[in-house]
């Protein structure tokens, strides 16, 4: 039969990482091919068009909206500022009774002027936006009014689920072995900034004392749907996350609920303690994978060459992640690849492969419920 093939996680300690850092509109780069950037330096910017806001000239001085001309000067151009007197009525026989006045309920350039509507379109001010490079590294290619791509070389580990956005922070193991929760008892008033590594999983005292020290991220193996509802104030949805108002980024390397983080992960992330990392929770499931990541950029000797990169195929040995119930984010290896398909519970056939699993158990799964594991 031929080769199997399914998506994989990264768990790496010297692996070559291209990062494309694009605007959400047209801009500026500010980053040239071949620049060495940091982290925190903005390779682009853009100004995104501030709101268009609607002041309601004649409704508001009683007139008939042809006549708005009468009694309001400005020109489309013209900028205004909040609380500014844009119009008034003479009042009844102009003598100042029942005068009607409109100040501006907003800052910004007036953009038209209807005698239709008797309304004016007021553009608030532009806001900035600008991206970052995200990791320590060099710029390898610039995208013309978007963007760059941002190469860099290190340690990379991939988690199954995150929330929260991009953050770095230098890297402490926080709990003694990959098989400890991460408490709050565990986290230091000197954290502010950092990233810290747990085993197993991590408390809700954990997370609420992480916000108030002020660290930047927090990975382990598992994290509580209860507890990030609790945080949260809301359940999450698995579909897509990154966007979560919360002052900390969460990575779980191995799933939900309380799962020992993996011997191999723990260890590599002991191996770089002390050396700042990027990460980011943002998860997609769905079509378009995005996994959450850390990023750990290493200096290496000039003229080292990195390994290559791990071949993502299914085959006896391979390391997975099983990523569906029952074995929900148990560690396996593949055992065999059975050529005839299966029927499962569903009713469906589907190709399977047998794996063992670490407490020596032998499953038979569905292929598309695994992950591989690719390390180097």
Do not use: C
């Not at 900028?79 to 009774?97: D, M, N, P, S, V």
């Not at 200096?299 to 569906?324: M, N």
């Amino acid at each position: 039969m031929g080769s199997a093939y399914t998506p994989g996680l990264t768990v790496s300690g010297d692996t070559v990482v291209q990062k494309v850092r694009r605007l959400p509109i047209k801009g500026e780069v500010l980053a040239e091919k071949g620049q060495m950037v940091k982290h925190d330096s903005e390779v682009a910017k853009a100004m995104l068009p501030g709101m268009l806001q609607t002041i309601k000239l004649g409704e508001k001085l009683g007139v008939e909206a042809k006549e708005i001309g009468d009694f309001f000067s400005m020109e489309v151009g013209a900028e205004i500022e909040k609380g500014q007197l844009l119009a008034e009525t003479a009042g009844l026989l102009g003598l100042g009774w029942f005068k009607q006045e409109v100040h501006s309920e907003f800052t910004g350039t007036i953009e038209s002027i209807s005698t239709v509507t008797g309304s004016i379109l007021v553009r608030e001010p532009s806001i900035p936006v600008a991206i970052t490079a995200y990791v320590d590294g060099m710029v390898i290619d610039t995208i013309p009014e978007e963007g760059v791509t941002v190469e860099t070389r290190g340690a990379m580990v991939q988690g199954i689920f995150g929330i929260g956005g991009e953050r770095s922070g230098d890297i402490r193991i926080a709990v003694p072995d990959h098989d400890t929760v991460l408490g709050a008892e565990h986290i230091q008033a000197d954290d502010a900034g950092k990233v810290l590594v747990g085993g197993s999983g991590l408390t809700y005292e954990a997370m609420v004392k992480a916000g108030e020290i002020g660290v930047s991220g927090l990975v382990v193996g598992a994290v509580k749907d209860v507890d990030l509802t609790k945080l949260l104030g809301y359940e999450i949805g698995v579909a897509i996350t990154g966007q979560e108002e919360i002052d900390f980024t969460i990575v779980a390397t191995e799933g939900f609920g309380q799962l020992a983080m993996a011997q191999r992960t723990f260890e590599l992330l002991q191996s770089i303690e002390g050396k700042r990392a990027s990460l980011n929770g943002a998860t997609q499931i769905r079509a378009g994978v995005i996994r959450p990541e850390l990023i750990a950029p290493i200096e290496h000797a000039a003229g080292d060459v990195p390994p290559e990169h791990a071949t993502l195929e299914l085959k006896p040995g391979t390391p997975i992640r099983v990523i569906r119930e029952p074995y929900f984010g148990q560690l396996a290896e593949v055992t065999g690849l059975p050529a005839e398909l299966q029927a499962v519970e569903s009713g469906a056939l589907v190709r399977v492969l047998t794996a063992k699993l670490e407490d020596g158990e032998e499953v038979t799964v569905p292929r598309a419920n695994v992950e591989i594991i690719a390390t180097s």
